[in-house]
C-alpha cells in the first residue's frame, strides 16, 4: 500500500547557477516536476510513495529514474519511451529568488502517457492519489489523468490536486482556464497558491476564492501566501497559518515541499477529508510551511527537499 501516488510530470530544471569566465550564463540540471517534487517531500519525511508518468530513454531520462529509484519512490509507474524526448525547463532566477521558465516540451515525454498505459495496480494500492494541472495541457496525458482519476475514485483513494499554472505550456488563458478547472469537483484535497486564485475562481482575494472552491466540491482547501504562509479552509472555518522565516535562495518547489508536507500529515492524521477539521487543516499547513521554509534555502527542487529530523527541528524550535 502507498500513502501517496502522483501522476504527472518528471522533469529536468536547468536552473540558472552564475556566469562562466566568458560571461555566459550557467545552468545546473536538477531533477525536478511538481508531482515528483511533491512525492521527495513525502518519502523525506517517512512515507512511501508511488510515481506514475513517462520520460526518454535519453541521458535525462536515464538519469531521472535513478534520482526517483534513489529516493525510493515505487517507478513500477514510470515508463521509459524510446520514441520521446524527456521534457526539460530552462529556469531563471532573481536576485529573490524568483524564478521565469522556458520550456522544452514539442512534446515532452511527460505528455505521451496515454490512457492504457496507466499502472491500474498501483493506483488501487494507493491511499491518496494525486495530480497537478501540465498533465492536463495536451493529449494524450489529459486524457491519461481523466482516466487515472476515476480508478482512483473508483478504488476509494484520497483525491488529490495541486494545479500549476505555466502561461507558456497553454494556447491562452482561457483554455487554461477551461482545463484545470474541469477536475475540480473530483477532488477531495486541494492546494492553490495566491496567485492562482483568480485563475481558478475568478476571484483574486484567498478567503473568497476557498469558499467558492470548497463549495465546488474538495473538502479541504489550502492557499499558500507566499513567505506569510497559507489558508487554509474546511466546511467548520477557515484560518491563517503564518510561515517560518527563511533567507530565500531558490523558490523552485516551494509549493511542492509545502503540499508534500500537507499531505504527509494529513495521512499521519488518519481522518477521511470530509472529517477533517480546520484546526486539524491548519496543523496540515503548518507542517507544509515548515517544509515549504526549508525548501527555499537551497537551490534545486528535488535536491532540496529537507529531512524529517529538520523539519521537526524547526516546529519545536
Known amino acids: 500500500m502507498y500513502d501517496v501516488t502522483a501522476l504527472g510530470e518528471v522533469l529536468i530544471d536547468f536552473t540558472e547557477a ?34 506514475i508518468g513517462k520520460v526518454g ?27 520521446c524526448f524527456t521534457t526539460l525547463a530552462f529556469v531563471g532566477l532573481s536576485p529573490a529568488g524568483e524564478r521565469t521558465f522556458s520550456f522544452a516540451r514539442k512534446p515532452g515525454a511527460d505528455t505521451q502517457l496515454a490512457p492504457e498505459e496507466l499502472a491500474r495496480e498501483v493506483i488501487a494500492s494507493s491511499k491518496v492519489f494525486h495530480v497537478g494541472s501540465l498533465s492536463l495541457t495536451d493529449e494524450p496525458v489529459r486524457s491519461a489523468t481523466h482516466a487515472a482519476i476515476k480508478l482512483a475514485r473508483e478504488a476509494g483513494c484520497t483525491l488529490s490536486y495541486d494545479p500549476n499554472y505555466r502561461a507558456n505550456l497553454w494556447p491562452s488563458a482561457e483554455v487554461a482556464t477551461e482545463h484545470m478547472r474541469s477536475i475540480v469537483a473530483d477532488m477531495d484535497l486541494m492546494k492553490i497558491s495566491d496567485e492562482e486564485c483568480a485563475l481558478m475562481t475568478g476571484i ?9 472552491l470548497l463549495e465546488s466540491g474538495p473538502k479541504v482547501v489550502a492557499v499558500t501566501l507566499g513567505g506569510s ?3 487554509v479552509r474546511t ?4 484560518r491563517e497559518v503564518p510561515g517560518f522565516p527563511a533567507k530565500v535562495v531558490d523558490t523552485t518547489g516551494a509549493g511542492d515541499s509545502f503540499w508534500g508536507g500537507f499531505l504527509a500529515a494529513f495521512v499521519e492524521n488518519g481522518r477521511a477529508a470530509g472529517d477533517v477539521t480546520v484546526e486539524e487543516a491548519a496543523r496540515f499547513a503548518r507542517m507544509g510551511n515548515a517544509v515549504a521554509s526549508l525548501c527555499v534555502r537551497s537551490r534545486g527542487g528535488i535536491p532540496a527537499m529537507p529531512s524529517r529530523s529538520d523539519v521537526e527541528a524547526l516546529l519545536t524550535a
Open 57 to 83: 530513454t535519453d541521458m535525462h531520462g536515464v538519469f531521472l529514474r535513478e534520482v526517483l529509484e534513489g529516493e525510493r519512490i515505487d517507478c513500477t509507474g514510470l515508463i521509459s519511451d524510446p520514441d
Open 204 to 212: 483574486s482575494d484567498p478567503v473568497q476564492a476557498s469558499a467558492l
Open 18 to 51: 552564475g556566469t562562466s569566465e566568458n560571461g555566459m550564463s550557467l545552468f545546473e540540471r536538477n531533477p525536478g516536476g511538481a508531482p515528483a517534487n511533491v512525492l521527495v517531500a513525502l518519502e523525506h519525511l517517512g512515507h512511501d510513495t508511488a510515481f
Open 235 to 238: 466546511a467548520d472555518g477557515v
Open 229 to 231: 504562509g497559507a489558508l
